[in-house]
Protein backbone atom coordinates (compact mmCIF):
# COMPACT_ATOMS: atom_id res chain seq x y z
CA UNK A 1 0.00 0.00 0.00
CA UNK A 2 1.53 3.40 -1.17
CA UNK A 3 0.12 6.72 -1.18
CA UNK A 4 1.88 9.48 -3.44
CA UNK A 5 0.83 12.87 -3.38
CA UNK A 6 1.73 15.59 -5.68
CA UNK A 7 0.76 19.03 -6.87
CA UNK A 8 2.76 21.50 -4.72
CA UNK A 9 4.43 24.51 -5.68
CA UNK A 10 4.60 28.10 -5.32
CA UNK A 11 1.73 30.24 -5.42
CA UNK A 12 1.11 33.94 -4.97
CA UNK A 13 -1.71 34.75 -1.93
CA UNK A 14 -5.25 34.47 -3.19
CA UNK A 15 -4.06 31.89 -6.05
CA UNK A 16 -5.37 28.03 -6.41
CA UNK A 17 -3.50 24.81 -6.03
CA UNK A 18 -4.44 21.60 -6.37
CA UNK A 19 -3.24 18.53 -4.46
CA UNK A 20 -3.77 14.73 -5.33
CA UNK A 21 -3.11 11.39 -4.07
CA UNK A 22 -2.76 8.76 -5.64
CA UNK A 23 -3.26 4.92 -4.46
CA UNK A 24 -1.18 2.21 -5.51
CA UNK A 25 -1.86 -1.80 -4.18
CA UNK A 26 -5.27 -0.58 -3.46
CA UNK A 27 -8.50 0.99 -3.72
CA UNK A 28 -9.70 4.10 -1.56
CA UNK A 29 -12.79 2.57 -1.25
CA UNK A 30 -13.18 1.31 2.43
CA UNK A 31 -10.57 3.71 4.26
CA UNK A 32 -10.92 6.83 5.77
CA UNK A 33 -8.24 9.50 3.93
CA UNK A 34 -6.82 12.70 5.19
CA UNK A 35 -4.86 15.83 4.25
CA UNK A 36 -2.71 17.25 6.65
CA UNK A 37 -0.18 20.33 6.89
CA UNK A 38 3.11 20.63 8.88
CA UNK A 39 5.50 23.41 9.26
CA UNK A 40 8.60 23.18 10.71
CA UNK A 41 9.11 23.14 14.41
CA UNK A 42 4.98 22.44 14.71
CA UNK A 43 3.23 18.92 15.23
CA UNK A 44 1.38 17.67 12.11
CA UNK A 45 -2.19 19.44 10.72
CA UNK A 46 -5.53 17.86 9.64
CA UNK A 47 -6.72 19.58 6.91
CA UNK A 48 -9.52 18.00 5.62
CA UNK A 49 -10.80 14.03 5.12
CA UNK A 50 -13.38 11.54 3.99
CA UNK A 51 -14.81 9.05 6.38
CA UNK A 52 -14.55 5.34 5.15
CA UNK A 53 -18.01 5.51 3.71
CA UNK A 54 -17.21 8.55 1.28
CA UNK A 55 -20.38 9.71 2.26
CA UNK A 56 -18.88 12.60 4.58
CA UNK A 57 -15.94 15.56 4.35
CA UNK A 58 -14.56 17.29 7.54
CA UNK A 59 -12.46 20.29 7.18
CA UNK A 60 -10.22 22.19 9.96
CA UNK A 61 -12.39 26.21 10.21
CA UNK A 62 -8.98 27.43 9.01
CA UNK A 63 -9.62 25.91 5.63
CA UNK A 64 -13.37 26.23 5.24
CA UNK A 65 -15.03 27.63 2.48
CA UNK A 66 -11.55 27.74 0.99
CA UNK A 67 -10.28 24.03 0.38
CA UNK A 68 -12.48 20.91 -1.33
CA UNK A 69 -11.55 17.75 -0.84
CA UNK A 70 -12.82 15.30 -3.64
CA UNK A 71 -12.32 11.31 -4.43
CA UNK A 72 -11.93 10.60 -8.58
CA UNK A 73 -12.52 6.48 -7.93
CA UNK A 74 -11.75 6.11 -11.89
CA UNK A 75 -8.06 7.36 -10.75
CA UNK A 76 -8.19 6.11 -7.35
CA UNK A 77 -7.22 9.57 -6.67
CA UNK A 78 -8.12 11.94 -4.10
CA UNK A 79 -7.58 15.66 -4.38
CA UNK A 80 -7.48 18.73 -2.19
CA UNK A 81 -8.28 21.99 -4.33
CA UNK A 82 -7.01 25.03 -2.26
CA UNK A 83 -8.62 28.23 -3.19
CA UNK A 84 -7.81 31.66 -1.66
CA UNK A 85 -4.25 30.70 -0.95
CA UNK A 86 -3.06 32.52 2.15
CA UNK A 87 0.61 32.35 3.35
CA UNK A 88 -0.46 30.76 6.57
CA UNK A 89 -1.18 27.61 4.64
CA UNK A 90 2.87 27.63 3.48
CA UNK A 91 3.32 24.28 4.85
CA UNK A 92 3.90 20.83 3.65
CA UNK A 93 0.93 18.59 3.07
CA UNK A 94 0.49 14.51 3.74
CA UNK A 95 -2.05 12.26 2.48
CA UNK A 96 -3.33 9.50 4.98
CA UNK A 97 -5.35 6.75 4.63
CA UNK A 98 -6.81 3.79 7.02
CA UNK A 99 -9.26 0.68 6.93
CA UNK A 100 -9.81 1.53 10.75
CA UNK A 101 -10.27 4.23 11.78
CA UNK A 102 -13.98 5.92 12.91
CA UNK A 103 -15.18 9.33 12.40
CA UNK A 104 -13.33 10.86 16.02
CA UNK A 105 -10.19 10.24 15.14
CA UNK A 106 -10.17 11.54 11.18
CA UNK A 107 -7.92 14.54 12.63
CA UNK A 108 -5.67 12.69 14.88
CA UNK A 109 -2.67 12.08 12.62
CA UNK A 110 -1.51 8.76 14.32
CA UNK A 111 -4.77 7.11 13.64
CA UNK A 112 -3.86 6.79 9.90
CA UNK A 113 -1.50 3.65 9.04
CA UNK A 114 -0.09 5.15 5.62
CA UNK A 115 1.49 8.57 4.87
CA UNK A 116 2.35 9.44 1.47
CA UNK A 117 5.71 11.79 1.21
CA UNK A 118 4.37 15.23 1.26
CA UNK A 119 4.45 17.96 -1.60
CA UNK A 120 5.67 21.37 -0.30
CA UNK A 121 3.26 24.28 -0.75
CA UNK A 122 4.97 27.88 -0.52
CA UNK A 123 2.01 30.57 -0.61
CA UNK A 124 3.55 34.03 -0.54
CA UNK A 125 2.45 37.21 0.07
Known amino acids: VQLQASGGGLVQAGGSLRLSCAASGYTFSGYAVGWFRQTSGKEREFVAGFNRGGSSTYYADSVKGRFTISRVSAKNTVNLQMNSLRPEDTAVYYC???????????????????WGQGTQVTVSS
Open 96 to 114: AASRTIIQSQLGIPSSYNY
